[in-house]
């Protein structure tokens, strides 16, 4: 589950790191960054309120802290330590609370409290019908992406559907020192519960099985495994040999259980989204290493052979480069699940292409591209043309030699101009703003925050004012 627990003991730390918060944004385009209506700004003073879209205040500066409001409910703090829910009026909901976390789809607030023994408490606090929906009793709650509901309590696990208030996911015992049946979370998606079973006869071994129960569905997985393994970070569920069969290997995915073909062996996994698996092929007539890459889904997003067109990792993604005079150049990118192929023109007469200077960013790619030529220098050394590139979508382009590239947000690209103030700009490089601000970042929604010095500000999708940078931060949702 995607949330932010704030327990009271940490939450000086957090409140002082955030500048300018973003996350998954539950407000439609006409809301934009001003979830119902404000967005939460903070004054000179350090303290924080709600102001409209005219720079009005609608909620007084008065607060130590203040998250953004979802479907009308928003957390607050007066201090460093109790935590409070508010309505778009100011009146106090619910609180005071130890911690609170909101729920991907806003739905929701987890809450917790702290009970004498030090251990915290969850509950959960519904923003839409502004009510508690269940009491801090549970040891954990997560909130599915389905909106499903997983609660913990006193060692056992169970799912539950909270439009119907039915069980998906019977109570399930995974902490009571009972090796009969464990319970493992995995991808927020799957529930894996090993059983025991005696031996048929003295002396003989027991019979471990594994089964998978699909918590966004209740369903139980109709195959079972004989062991489960973790292989750089995965989870690698095995069934044994028999007489008549080889040994067979599933690889838990986020969306998929996925069957990995006999021969081909877990070898790499970097990203949370895909899986790299390697097998022997042939090519040309010899044995080589073939690899396939895996999407999320369990999709084969490319093959390949290595040392023919080789598949590398650097930070947070794979790639696979090659370049021939005949073929031109292959150049591919694989993060989060995405292929990326930029559209590329080689310049006549070059001799060599090969993209350095890979970064990923939401939905874009970013690279140099170095071109060796036929020309030389007057000493006779080689030409290389040095390109700065970048692909947002399936749109491919250049950026200007005097511009450096910052960041890809939402669509558009952050850009540096040689007098180090920022502005932001459209993927044919025409000007949104002018390059004028210290700092500037991209809402979903298009609305544009901005930085003058220690000031901060807010801008249309098409570059004007909305909000006068004159705030000390400001925190959207």
Not at 122 to 128: F, Q, S
Not at 230 to 240: A, E, S, V, Y
Not at 417 to 442: K, L, P, Q, S
Request: proline share 2%; net charge negative.
């Amino acid at each position: 589950m995607k949330k932010k627990l704030i327990i009271a003991g940490i939450s000086v730390i957090l409140v002082l790191s955030l500048v300018l918060a973003f996350a998954a944004c539950n407000d439609t385009l006409s809301d934009g960054i001003f979830s119902e209506g404000v967005i939460a700004v903070q004054n000179e003073d350090g303290l924080w309120g709600y102001a409209d879209s005219n720079g009005d205040m609608v909620i007084d500066y008065q607060y130590y802290y203040a998250l953004p409001f979802s479907n009308g409910v928003a957390m607050v703090m007066y201090n460093s330590s109790a935590m409070f829910l508010i309505d778009t009026e100011g009146n106090h909901l619910a609180g005071p609370y130890d911690g609170v976390a909101e729920s991907i789809d806003g739905k929701w607030m987890i809450v917790a409290e702290e009970a004498p023994s030090g251990d915290y408490y969850c509950g959960l606090y519904d923003n839409v019908n502004k009510t508690m929906k269940y009491d801090c009793v549970y040891d954990g709650i997560d909130v599915l992406e389905n909106g499903y509901i997983v609660f913990e309590y006193a060692g056992y696990l169970s799912v539950v559907d909270p439009a119907t208030g039915n069980t998906v996911v019977d109570s399930i015992d995974f902490d009571n020192g009972n090796d009969s049946v464990v319970a493992e979370k995995i991808e927020g998606k799957w529930l894996i519960t090993k059983t025991t079973t005696p031996a048929a006869e003295e002396g003989g071994a027991d019979v471990v099985t594994y089964n998978v129960i699909d918590m966004t569905t209740g369903e139980q997985l109709s195959a079972t495994w004989d062991t489960i393994d973790t292989q750089n970070g995965w989870t690698i569920l095995q069934q044994n040999a028999t007489e008549t069969d080889s040994a067979k290997q599933w690889a838990v995915m986020e969306d998929t259980i996925l069957e990995i073909p006999n021969g081909e062996s877990v070898q790499i996994k970097h990203d949370d989204s895909m899986l790299v698996t390697y097998s022997t092929v042939s090519h040309e007539g010899a044995d080589a290493t073939g690899y396939t890459i895996y999407g999320k889904g369990g999709e084969v997003l490319h093959t390949g052979v290595q040392n023919v067109d080789t598949i590398n990792w650097s930070v947070d993604h794979y790639y696979v480069c090659a370049y021939n005079a005949e073929s031109g150049l292959t150049f591919m990118v694989f993060a989060g699940g995405v292929k990326y192929q930029p559209a590329i023109t080689i310049p006549a007469g070059a001799t060599s292409v090969y993209p350095t200077t890979i970064s990923v960013y939401e939905g874009a790619i970013s690279f140099t591209l170095n071109v060796l030529t036929e020309e030389t220098t007057e000493a006779g050394g080689t030409i290389t043309q040095v390109k700065n590139m970048v692909m947002v979508g399936e749109n491919t382009a250049e950026i200007p030699a005097e511009y450096t590239l910052v960041r890809v947000e939402n669509g558009k690209l952050v850009l540096q101009a040689a007098n180090g103030r920022v502005g932001v700009f459209n993927t044919d490089m025409t000007a949104v703003t002018e390059c004028i601000y210290t700092g500037a970042e991209v809402s979903e929604s298009g609305y544009i925050i901005v930085q003058m010095g220690t000031a901060y500000g807010v801008l249309a999708a098409d570059g004007t004012t909305v909000l006068d940078c004159v705030y000390s931060s400001i925190l959207v949702a």
